[in-house]
């Protein structure tokens, strides 16, 4: 038993009734039941802190090196939580929510070191903290291939990186750092991508350049030749390197970035929302050095190559058929090794430790040139 303030046990305050019928209560009434309410939360959630720095003592005393993150228990309760939920808060709020309690009950345990494709205010940056909370050390980078060597140098526990978009699809410089790094896959976040046109100009037809990332540019293409067919286009590293040039270049430029950016920079959004598709959405991985232990929803990712000869793509995903394994995606990409030779990055559901996805590495093994697990995580929750 947890002990606090001297006492044997934690305090189990009686909790204001959720099913009481409020129609009818005074402003004031409604006032001191969210006062009482408010009281009751702050207790609990020093209570469950108090548990989780408990939890840090007994693994420390067990392993001198254990781990604190836990992706599939982190997983595992916001899968819980989502699927009881039943309140008038949306569901995505909820989920924000308990994601900002686990990230600061585990800086308590262990505060996270996060590398992820910066500068700050990047996208990347905002897929970290809708992961892992806002109770992080964040550690912005230059490329895709800093974030993976912070991580493999243990400079940094995690990174996050960028690997597709719905729209204009995948980010070659992941995929291609795979192939050689030893870090695995412990996790995934899918981002809503809102575009907004920022800029101290109010009147669009006096903004001559547009400033950002090459891929923000596509995927705001339509927007930008009915609106804004006068502009010039121009390429930066990153929307927030655009957004910072554009502090710098007067009112007559305008950065295309997200929200995050525009609050960092202080540059005010105009117009928002000015994706092509509404649905624009990024997927994410988290990269580090351990593998993540079976959530119970989880994703294979797998790295595959095979000599050039007939049928030896059918015969690399054969056995996935065979075992009853849904592949969800499957990418190529040149293996640099020789000439017309290709490796493929293949996305299955299930868990490394399941019994059919080991049968199908088993028999996919006897074919190929080379299966590389490239790691088993739990699937993104909203």
Same mark, same amino acid.
């Given at each position: 038993?947890?002990?606090?303030?001297?006492?044997?046990?934690?305090?189990?305050?009686?909790?204001?009734?959720?099913?009481?019928?409020?129609?009818?209560?005074?402003?004031?009434?409604?006032?001191?039941?969210?006062?009482?309410?408010?009281?009751?939360?702050?207790?609990?959630?020093?209570?469950?802190?108090?548990?989780?720095?408990?939890?840090?003592?007994?693994?420390?005393?067990?392993?001198?090196?254990?781990?604190?993150?836990?992706?599939?228990?982190?997983?595992?309760?916001?899968?819980?939580?989502?699927?009881?939920?039943?309140?008038?808060?949306?569901?995505?709020?909820?989920?924000?929510?308990?994601?900002?309690?686990?990230?600061?009950?585990?800086?308590?345990?262990?505060?996270?070191?996060?590398?992820?494709?910066?500068?700050?205010?990047?996208?990347?940056?905002?897929?970290?903290?809708?992961?892992?909370?806002?109770?992080?050390? !964040?550690?912005?980078?230059? +490329?895709?291939?800093? *974030?993976?060597?912070?991580?493999?140098?243990? &400079? %940094?526990?995690? /990174?996050?990186?960028?690997?597709?978009?719905?729209?204009?699809?995948?980010?070659?410089?992941?995929?291609?750092?795979?192939?050689?790094?030893?870090?695995?896959?412990?996790?995934?976040?899918?981002?809503?991508?809102?575009?907004?046109?920022?800029?101290?100009?109010?009147?669009?037809?006096?903004?001559?350049?547009?400033?950002?990332?090459?891929?923000?540019?596509?995927?705001?293409?339509?927007?930008?030749?009915?609106?804004?067919?006068?502009?010039?286009?121009?390429?930066? !590293?990153?929307?927030?390197? +655009?957004?910072?040039? *554009?502090?710098?270049?007067?009112?007559?430029? &305008? %950065?295309?970035? /997200?929200?995050?950016?525009?609050?960092?920079?202080?540059?005010?959004?105009?117009?928002?929302?000015?994706?092509?598709?509404?649905?624009?959405?990024?997927?994410?991985?988290?990269?580090?050095?351990?593998?993540?232990?079976?959530?119970?929803?989880?994703?294979?990712?797998?790295?595959?190559?095979?000599?050039?000869?007939?049928?030896?793509?059918?015969?690399?995903?054969?056995?996935?058929?065979?075992?009853?394994?849904?592949?969800?995606?499957?990418?190529?990409?040149?293996?640099?090794?020789?000439?017309?030779?290709?490796?493929?990055?293949?996305?299955?559901?299930?868990?490394?430790?399941?019994?059919?996805?080991?049968?199908?590495?088993?028999?996919?093994?006897?074919?190929?040139?080379?299966?590389?697990?490239?790691?088993?995580?739990?699937?993104?929750?909203?």
């Amino acid at each position: 038993m947890v002990k606090k303030n001297g006492s044997d046990k934690l305090s189990n305050p009686t909790l204001v009734n959720a099913d009481d019928d409020l129609n009818g209560w005074a402003l004031p009434e409604l006032r001191d039941r969210i006062d009482t309410i408010d009281r009751q939360i702050e207790t609990l959630l020093n209570a469950r802190a108090e548990c989780a720095a408990a939890v840090a003592k007994v693994k420390l005393s067990e392993d001198p090196q254990a781990e604190f993150y836990r992706p599939e228990r982190e997983a595992q309760i916001l899968d819980r939580i989502l699927k009881e939920h039943t309140g008038i808060l949306p569901a995505p709020e909820v989920a924000r929510i308990f994601r900002e309690i686990m990230s600061a009950c585990l800086a308590l345990e262990q505060p996270l070191t996060i590398a992820f494709l910066g500068p700050a205010g990047t996208f990347t940056e905002a897929a970290a903290l809708k992961h892992f909370g806002h109770s992080i050390n !964040s550690r912005p980078m230059g +490329a895709i291939d800093e *974030v993976f060597r912070e991580v493999e140098s243990v &400079a %940094a526990h995690y /990174g996050v990186v960028p690997v597709e978009n719905s729209t204009e699809g995948v980010v070659n410089h992941t995929l291609d750092s795979f192939v050689n790094s030893p870090l695995t896959i412990c996790g995934e976040v899918e981002l809503r991508i809102h575009h907004h046109l920022l800029s101290e100009q109010t009147d669009l037809k006096k903004i001559v350049k547009v400033i950002s990332h090459q891929q923000s540019l596509a995927q705001c293409r339509e927007w930008l030749d009915r609106y804004l067919p006068h502009a010039e286009r121009l390429h930066a !590293s990153s929307n927030a390197e +655009a957004v910072r040039q *554009v502090k710098n270049k007067g009112s007559d430029y &305008a %950065a295309i970035a /997200g929200d995050i950016a525009s609050e960092l920079y202080e540059l005010p959004a105009q117009v928002r929302n000015i994706e092509d598709e509404p649905d624009n959405t990024t997927r994410f991985l988290i990269i580090g050095r351990n593998r993540p232990a079976p959530s119970g929803r989880d994703k294979t990712s797998l790295l595959l190559s095979t000599p050039n000869r007939p049928g030896a793509l059918y015969s690399l995903l054969e056995p996935f058929m065979r075992h009853g394994l849904s592949l969800t995606r499957i990418e190529s990409r040149p293996s640099r090794r020789a000439m017309w030779e290709y490796v493929f990055f293949v996305d299955i559901d299930g868990h490394a430790q399941d019994e059919k996805v080991q049968k199908a590495v088993v028999d996919i093994e006897k074919n190929a040139g080379m299966v590389k697990v490239l790691g088993s995580y739990p699937k993104a929750v909203l």
